[in-house]
Nanobody
Framework: QVQLVQSGGGSVQAGGSLRLSCAVF????????IAWFRQAPGKEREGVAR????????YYADSVKGRFTISEDNAKNTVYLQMNSLKPEDTAMYYC????????????????????WGQGTQVTVSS
């Protein structure tokens, strides 16, 4: 069983920055894929970044490449999403998700390959 607890998010003007956190609670935190997804009203859930927990390998969707950075703090079992140069189109509910079975080896990221989800946090970027 894995529990993901998110924090961060909020409202910011275009060009600003926000950081999201995802604390991973599990009996034994191993080598998981941890990803950040987002979903705007009326749109499908989109995978924006993924990290191979423990190895540090990362992936970014083209829509956020060069602006977002996913990272891990092994000591805190926490994954971060640093979001810079935010745009109004980044406005969405953001979710972290865990794939302990390592199903998420193909791209783009598929929500159905992630077994555990955080509670979600709203990010709003105004122009």
């Amino acid at each position: 069983q894995v529990q993901l607890v998110q924090s961060g998010g909020g409202s910011v003007q275009a060009g600003g920055s926000l950081r999201l956190s995802c604390a991973v609670f599990a009996h034994a935190v191993g080598y998981y894929f941890i990803a950040w997804f987002r979903q705007a009203p009326g749109k499908e859930r989109e995978g924006v970044a993924r990290i191979y927990l423990g190895y540090g390998d990362t992936y970014y969707a083209d829509s956020v490449k060069g602006r977002f950075t996913i990272s891990e703090d092994n000591a805190k079992n926490t994954v971060y999403l640093q979001m810079n140069s935010l745009k109004p189109e980044d406005t969405a509910m953001y979710y972290c998700a865990a794939d302990p079975r390592l199903l998420s080896r193909s791209l783009p990221l598929k929500p159905e390959e992630y077994s555990y989800w955080g509670q979600g946090t709203q990010v709003t970027v105004s122009s």
